[in-house]
Each structure stands twice: as C-alpha cells, then as structure tokens.
C-alpha cells in the first residue's frame, strides 16, 4: 500500500467504528467524523440523574462476531468489556401464560413440555435442523455481494436449499410445533429487523436459533459501552476521531469520491470515504441532490422500510424483580404487526419490550433504583401520526398495559424520570430516513446482491457499512458490515491482513 492512503468516515456508529478499528490496524489513516460528542451513533447512551440508558440496541447476539473484530487487531474483547449471558434469555408475556426462554436445552425442554405436551420433539428437531441452515447460511452473510456472480459462489449455491424460498418464518416453523402460542415464541425475533412473522423469510429462522445455540449478553455499562470500548481501540490504533462534527455532503465529482464537506463548510478530502449514517438519509442529505439515480427520494420511497418504534426510558425509584429482557405481547399479535406493517395508527392491545438492566447491572441506576428501557413497534413515518399530540396518551396505555400484565405494578408512581422518543423524532433528531429505525425491509428482493452494496456501486471510492447494507440490520450483522467493508478496501490497496472472514469477493 503507498503510505498515507487516507479514509474518512462519516459516522462513529458501531459499523463506523468496526471498519475503522480494522483499517487503522491495518496501517490507514482513518478519520472518523461524528456529529455528536461521544461515539456510538444510536448504538450511544445518555445520562440523567444517575441514571444511564442505552437509547437503542439491548440485545448482544453472536458475540464471536464482536469479539474476532477485537481479536484481528490483536486485541481482547475482555479486556475491554465485560459481558454476561442471560438466563433466562427473555420472559414472554401472553394472556394465558408466561414462559420464560432459556438457551440450556435441558431447561428449554422442560418449559416446552409443561406448557405444550407433546412439542418437545419439535423443539429437538428445530434445533437438530436450524443448526444446518444457519452453518449453510452464516458464510453467505459473510460474502460481499457487490457483484451478481456472487449467486454463483460454492457457498451460496450449497445454501439455495435451506432459504426455504416462498416460505415466511412462521410458515417454516409449523414444521416444528402445533401450538400457536409456542409459534410465536419462536418467531416474533422478525421484530429484530422490523418485520412481521408472517411475511419475514424464512431464511431468518436462523435467528432463533442462534439465540438458543450461542445466548444473548449484557454487557456491564449497558451494550452503549461496546461502541465507547470500540472507540478507545480505535483510538489506540492511531485512529482520529473529530466529535462534533458533522458531516453536510459528499463530495463528488466526474463519479468519484473525493471527500466530504462539513456542516460548517471545511472540506476534507481523502482515497475512501464510508458512510456510516442511516441508509435513506445518505441518500437523501449527504448525496448531493439529482446525483444518485439508484437511489433517489422518489425511489427509496417506493422501497419497503421498516417499521419504527416508540420509546420510553425511566428511572423508578425502586427494584422490580423481573427478568433482564421481557416481552408482552398483545392478545391478537398477527392484526398489532399488521396494522403496524399498513401504518395503521395502534390505539389499544399492545406489544411491548421491557428491559430491566438494573436487576443484572448495579452501574446503570442510583442504588436501590431500576433503569426501564420500554419499547413498542409502531407504523414508521409513512403513517403520518401526529406524535406530539399522541404520544402522552400512547405513553399513559403503555404504561398501564406494564402495570397490569407486569410485575411492574403501579409503574407510573414510581417514576423519578423519564424520556420519550418518538418516529418523529428518530427523523428529526436522530436523522432516521421515515423514521424506519430497522433501516430497509429485509424481504428477499432487498437482501444479498438487491441489498445496497457495501461497495457502492455508483460512486467510485465510496463504502457503506451499517444496517442499510449487506448484511443486514442487527449489531452482529453491523459489525459484519464494517468487516466486509473494511477487507474490500484493503484488497484494494493490496494489503495483506488475516481475517476470520475469508469469504469477500
């Protein structure tokens, strides 16, 4: 590589952060450049009070992935966070029963035969059988699919079988169980890319089982600190990180990168530039105007996007004895996804996420407090819902729907503090393209080669990493993302590296 080949990168988000921890190690000159005055992007935190809240992922999956980014800057992830594995996993909340969901088999079985005699072999066979789809998919998520022939890679061919084409996740589960309620129990992780059941491929069942095969973790400080540690690695790569800037546009010319411009009107320039922002806003604020033909406004509004979420983060001025991840569902779950899939305004029988962190973590409230992270899916800004006037009113149902269904009795008198987060404001504040906080649908047509490229294929020397891109939205599939990404360029400039991810074209 000629020394000094200079990458910018345009946001401090975790896909931001892995690429750039990869390149700096790799001997780059890598500049992030993130408009806030800390790093993370809404994989961030805030503070109040005494009260620190991760503002949006909570859910640690497939940690390998993490730890390997870690690892090929030879470094240990252990040194700089400290993770637990949850059990159980998450408590599910229905209107006929509570299950709680372990990732130890033996305990999973005997949930499973208590509640639904009989559906024990099911989950044996759900667990003997998506251990083959996710070791025949997992390469191809590792894949760049900046070029079609890519279909044609041993990988992918070999994987064709277990996409079960045609087939939604809850199609493909039927297979397993007879019981309605266990269905769900295995399919409603659609959410996590912001998507129903009943429409998500069922390519996805690779994302229970991953669950039950490897756990979820909490990471001490809230999962906000992977991003602040990633930040600090960077950093001790010889990584620059300019806080508070952010970026306006890119600069392009004759269909090349050159650089970007910042708000306050300095312009930077450099070999690659990455955009880490949300997916529709680099389109459509950082692009400048009538340059992208792909992805225009008009265009991307025709794209399916995910659905968005309203948020609620508390400080009580207790401890509630309930698990770390809880998840209430409402008494007809398909009509709530649907009516949120068809921007239908939701007004009564929720489904709900709660995270009580302050039970498995004493570093995230006041002592003798609890930190409540409050989630419900909700129709994206298509919907045209009127937050400011309905969000008090939408606030006080979550609330009581949590007192009533919830260990969290009389929830709203306890409360010292509290924070709101609208879809408006994930556009408005968290510059979230229609407030899709899941970034693009992940139905098969925008998936693999039909999903942005992390190479971006109208502008030379310019990247993506993130949830918009390949492979997908989730913080494993993100840091995946910046791995990719970060190997790519590195092809590029012929620079030998050793990756766990060998599988990049």
């Given amino acids: 590589m000629e020394k000094g080949k200079k990458i910018l990168i345009e946001g401090a988000g975790p896909g931001g952060l892995a690429a750039g921890m990869l390149l700096a190690h790799r001997g780059f000159e890598v500049h992030i450049f993130e408009k806030e005055g800390k790093a993370g992007g809404r994989n961030c935190y805030f503070e109040r009070d005494g009260f620190k809240f991760d503002i949006g992922p909570t859910f640690l999956m497939l940690k390998s992935i993490l730890e390997e980014v870690f690892e090929e800057c030879n470094k240990n992830a252990s040194s700089y966070l400290k993770l637990t594995r949850l059990s159980p996993m998450y408590r599910l909340y229905f209107y006929d029963k509570t299950l709680d969901i372990y990732d130890e088999e033996d305990k999973m079985l005997e949930v499973i035969e208590k509640n639904f005699p009989g559906n024990g072999k099911g989950f044996e066979n759900f667990l003997k059988r998506e251990k083959v789809r996710f070791e025949k998919m997992y390469p191809c998520l590792q894949k760049s699919y900046s070029k079609f022939s890519s279909f044609f890679s041993k990988e992918f061919l070999s994987a064709i079988p277990y996409l079960s084409l045609g087939k939604s996740m809850y199609q493909e589960l039927g297979k397993y169980f007879d019981d309605e309620t266990l269905k769900i129990s295995f399919t409603f992780q659609s959410k996590y890319l912001g998507m129903s059941p009943w429409s998500c491929p069922a390519a996805f069942m690779i994302i229970p089982y991953i669950e039950h095969r490897f756990g979820i973790y909490h990471t001490e400080g809230g999962l906000s600190e992977i991003s602040s540690q990633m930040a600090r690695a960077f950093e001790e790569e010889g990584g620059k990180i300019h806080y508070s800037k952010k970026v306006n546009s890119l600069i392009i010319e004759k269909g090349k990168t050159k650089g970007i411009e910042l708000e306050e009107g ?52 207790k401890i509630f004895d309930l698990p770390h ?110 407030g899709a906080t899941f970034n693009l649908g992940h139905n098969l047509s925008q998936m693999l080669y039909f999903r942005p490229h992390n190479q971006y294929e109208e502008f030379e020397n310019l990247w993506l990493v993130g949830g918009g891109t390949h492979p997908g939205s989730g913080l494993p599939t993100i840091y995946e993302s910046g791995r990719i990404t970060a190997n790519l360029i590195s092809k590029k400039y012929k620079v030998k590296f050793k990756t766990k991810n060998l599988l990049f074209d």
């Fill in 325 to 434: 991840h809880n998840i209430i569902f409402s008494r007809d779950y398909k009509k709530f996804i649907q009516d949120v899939a068809d921007f239908i305004d939701v007004k009564e029988d929720l489904s709900i996420y709660v995270r009580n962190a302050s039970l498995s973590d004493k570093t995230l409230a006041p002592e003798g407090m609890s930190n409540i992270y409050i989630l419900v899916p909700v129709p994206n800004n298509k919907s045209k819902i009127n937050w400011e006037e309905k969000k008090q009113p939408f606030k006080e149902l979550i609330l009581k729907t949590i007192s009533e269904r919830t260990e969290l009795k009389d929830i709203e008198n306890h409360i010292v503090i509290e924070k709101i987060i609208t879809p408006q404001d994930w556009e408005d504040k968290f510059n979230v393209f229609l």
């Fill in 266 to 317: 300095e312009k930077i320039l450099g070999d690659e530039v990455i955009l880490n922002a949300d997916f529709g806003y680099s389109m459509t604020k950082l692009v400048p105007e009538g340059f992208s033909r792909k992805y225009s406004r008009q265009k991307l509004l025709s794209k399916l996007f995910s659905c968005s979420t309203f948020m609620l983060y508390l400080g009580l001025d």
